[in-house]
């Protein structure tokens, strides 16, 4: 059965090359991240993964959407730029620190009009969200503990034909055999969406794992 290549660091470099490669905005908070924040500059989205971001966001047309998790916003960068002139993004994280880079970046690449930001724990912010299913796209890349309580409260605000992409669902291959909690809450978070009759899934191996959700 044919599989997916894997990625050697030359091939990889040749994928983000020949699909939307950063521009000078999102080259330079890739370096600014990795320069402020080493240690947790692996949070950050993988560069052909925001290019498919923007990509998935502007085919769907998307006026509304929702990230989960923003750190110094690179996914959130990628998401604005995809949405429809009227679009909106809500983000929500619990670091003044890390978003205070993501603001800098979302002004200077002039798609700030488009962003709110929401500090707090995101398990309880989103039940601010209005009730009725309003929102095109949803992108969920938080704590992996939270990941059930953030797709309750998403699944049902998502217009039919709606599309939840989650990030990290492969853990690095661990799912096959979890080695500590956060492995052991995605492979159970896995199993949750694939039961999930609301939805139907597709777990694509896009750098860490991207399952997309389609809201039925």
């Known amino acids: 059965m044919s599989k997916s290549l894997p990625l050697t660091p030359e091939l990889h470099a040749y994928v983000v090359a020949h699909g939307s490669a ?5 080259g330079d908070l890739v370096e600014e991240t990795l320069a402020a924040l080493p240690a947790q500059a692996r949070m950050q989205v993988a560069p052909e993964q925001a290019a498919f ?4 966001t502007r085919l769907l047309g998307a006026r509304r959407a929702v ?6 916003g690179l996914s959130s960068l990628a998401i604005a730029r995809g949405l429809a002139e009227d679009g909106r993004l809500t983000c929500f ?3 003044e620190e890390y978003t205070g880079i993501a603001r800098r970046y979302w002004a200077r690449a ?20 209005p009730h009725d299913r309003h929102l095109d796209f949803a992108f969920i890349d938080a704590d992996k503990a939270g990941y059930p309580v ?30 500590n909690a956060d492995d052991r809450a995605i492979a159970a978070f896995n199993d949750e969406v694939m039961a999930d009759v609301r939805v139907e899934t597709v777990l694509l191996p ?3 794992g991207l399952t997309l959700a389609r809201v039925r």
Do not use: C, H, K
Not at 22 to 26: A, L, Q, T
Not at 115 to 124: Q, V, Y
């Open 93 to 95: 994280d619990i670091s």
């Open 22 to 26: 950063p521009d000078e905005v999102m």
């Open 67 to 72: 990230e989960v998790g923003t750190f110094t």
């Open 110 to 129: 002039g798609v700030a009009d488009r962003i709110e930001l929401r500090i707090g724990p995101a398990g309880e912010t989103l039940r601010e969200l």
């Open 150 to 179: 953030y797709w309750a409260e998403l699944v049902p605000r998502m217009r039919p034909g709606g599309i939840v992409a989650v990030d990290n669902t492969l853990r690095g291959g661990r799912v096959l055999a979890p080695q």
């Open 53 to 56: 971001l923007t990509f998935l």
């Open 206 to 208: 896009i750098a860490d």
